[in-house]
């Protein structure tokens, strides 16, 4: 049997691990989580669920990885031969998730253009706080009114976009100054869309968002440039397993880290920085008694740090045979929390500055997902003094931040698929990478953003929290915590505690079976705002349907050569 590729040395590894568990999710998912539950409550209990849930199972995939040198399938049929099958799960969420990762990585590519030519800012209005509003005689076309003025309140009107009839009130409508005409907008995403600004350019110009959910629209050819250029750079980076990986982190993490300091440097020197930071860091401490906060601060712990992907299983099976597990552990989770905790201070000093310019609160500025890195974020950009710079600097930032995510996805795929049929690195790349290419091509149209929200709500909300389940009722009930802790234990510079048995066996399964409770639950409404019950079960349900069946198959296939023997 050839001897398994090991990381080129401990740096690499610690820096490839950290790079899969940065990334979107740093910058546009975890300020907005913060913001929604409470900011500096949130934190603390981010923190608490970082140290008793999110270390913990970085420790466990790693030392499954490095005790049985398999990929995820090998790894758990060497565990327990009837759990091969289980193994290919853990890897089908990771490829349904890069699958579509890797169309936001083509957004940012675009965009990166976008930003060197301010492409957004097309017939783009500009926003004035209400001094501007009290003071000026004559209204400016394109200029946005907020707060309202007190002699337009109560005034009925009906907004030029959805056409719906409301009452102007002090906060919440936008006046906006058009050819002669003072119009009043219900929503800053009316007012967006009414203006061309960069949320309409977003959504309508550059995604061609379609109305309604199964109307494809049509083909977005300039995101097909953008998400070849994506794919060459996933595949190239792992191109020769560890060995390019080991080569490729060294740049995609240290170059998003410098960049983070950059734009954080600017964030808090700008106008109104504090009035976002404030928000941000402000404890609501009545919010650590609601549910709610420590559901929201598990999932984005194991989102962040990418356990649950197969990913840490795999990049644990390539350690040498003298290691460090737990410390190496605590430095990835650690490093990934401080990176996600600068990523929020970083965007919500520029909200605070861009909601004291508009005159608004924070609240009207600050969206999660596509809207804070392709609207919220390109307003502030082009209000910046070297607008173009910063702009391609941020899109850049967040490519090198996705990169490592989305490789170490495709990494896990194909070192499953190698182990299985002892195919070449080159050879397996490049048939996981096509497959994942052409699956993602439906999302270049005009729905592809339902397609995507849909897939990624769907792989979060039960694909990842599945596999958590399973793998530590396996390890802690049925191979045994005691037994598993041990081997890390005798695998690191120190010896873990008690305290470790305990997250896995009782504190990680409670947490995960009252998520995944809570989602079902959830799910007696249908999904989005278009509540299309066929939509959902077709990009949601039928996945996780099929993936279990597909697992199987996979498990049951021939392969050249059989996985390892399990382990007693």
């Not at 913001?35 to 500096?40: D, K, P």
Request: include cysteine.
């Amino acid at each position: 049997m050839a001897k398994r590729e090991v990381w080129n040395s401990k740096t690499a590894f610690v820096l490839a691990a950290i790079g899969s568990a940065i990334g979107l999710g740093n910058i546009w998912r975890f300020p907005y989580v913060t913001f929604e539950n409470g900011g500096g409550a949130f934190l603390v209990a981010y923190f608490v669920c970082l140290f008793i849930a999110g270390i913990p199972l970085l420790m466990l995939e790693f030392s499954i990885g490095h005790m049985t040198k398999q990929a995820a399938p090998g790894a758990f049929a060497k565990l327990r031969p009837k759990m091969q099958w289980f193994g290919w799960f853990a890897v089908g969420v990771g490829f349904v998730i890069v699958t579509y990762y890797a169309i936001i990585m083509s957004w940012s590519v675009n965009y990166t253009w976008e930003a060197a030519t301010l492409g957004w800012q097309d017939n783009m209005g500009q926003y004035a706080n209400v001094e501007y509003a009290l003071e000026t005689t004559e209204l400016e076309d394109m200029a946005v009114l907020t707060p309202v003025p007190e002699r337009f309140w109560g005034t009925e009107f009906t907004d030029p976009v959805d056409e719906s009839l409301y009452s102007i009130q002090s906060t919440g409508t936008f006046l906006v100054a058009w050819e002669g005409n003072l119009y009043a907008i219900s929503s800053l995403g009316n007012a967006d869309t009414f203006m061309s600004s960069p949320g309409d350019f977003f959504f309508n110009d550059f995604l061609g968002l379609t109305s309604e959910p199964w109307d494809m629209g049509t083909f977005r050819w300039p995101l097909l440039i953008g998400f070849i250029i994506t794919w060459v750079w996933i595949v190239a980076s792992v191109w020769k397993g560890t060995k390019t990986v080991s080569k490729v982190v060294f740049y995609t993490v240290f170059i998003p880290w410098g960049l983070l300091i950059l734009f954080i440097i600017r964030g808090v020197t700008l106008p109104g920085a504090e009035a976002g930071i404030s928000y941000y860091l402000t404890p609501v401490w009545s919010k650590l008694l609601n549910a709610d906060i420590w559901l929201a601060a598990i999932s984005q712990v194991f989102f962040s740090l990418s356990v649950g992907f197969a990913i840490m299983i795999a990049y644990g099976s390539f350690l040498p045979k003298k290691t460090n597990i737990a410390g190496f552990a605590i430095v990835i989770g650690i490093a990934d929390a401080l990176t996600a905790f600068c990523g929020g201070l970083a965007v919500f000093s520029a909200l605070g500055y861009q909601a004291t310019k508009m005159g608004v609160h924070i609240t009207e500025v600050a969206q999660s997902g596509p809207g804070l890195a392709f609207v919220a974020y390109p307003h502030i950009i082009s209000n910046l003094p070297g607008a173009r710079i910063f702009g391609v600097l941020f899109f850049l930032m967040l490519l090198t931040l996705a990169v490592d995510s989305a490789f170490s996805l495709l990494e896990a795929a194909t070192a499953s698929v190698k182990d299985k049929w002892k195919l070449s690195h080159k050879k397996a790349n490049l048939i996981v990478g096509g497959l994942c290419f052409l699956l993602g091509l439906p999302m270049l149209t005009g729905s592809g953003l339902y397609i995507l929200d849909i897939a990624d709500h769907f792989m979060n909300s039960f694909g990842l929290t599945i596999v958590v389940l399973v793998e530590t009722i396996m390890i802690g009930w049925v191979i045994g915590a005691e037994k598993q802790r041990d081997y890390i234990s005798d695998n690191s510079s120190f010896r873990i505690g008690q305290w470790w048995s305990i997250c896995i066996r009782w504190l990680i399964p409670i947490g995960i079976i009252w998520m995944l409770f809570t989602e079902i639950s959830a799910r007696e409404t249908p999904y989005g705002s278009f509540g299309l019950r066929s939509q959902e079960f077709l990009f949601g349900w039928l996945i996780m349907i099929l993936l279990p069946i597909v697992s199987d198959l996979l498990a049951n296939a021939k392969g050249k050569g059989k996985f390892p023997e399990n382990i007693e």
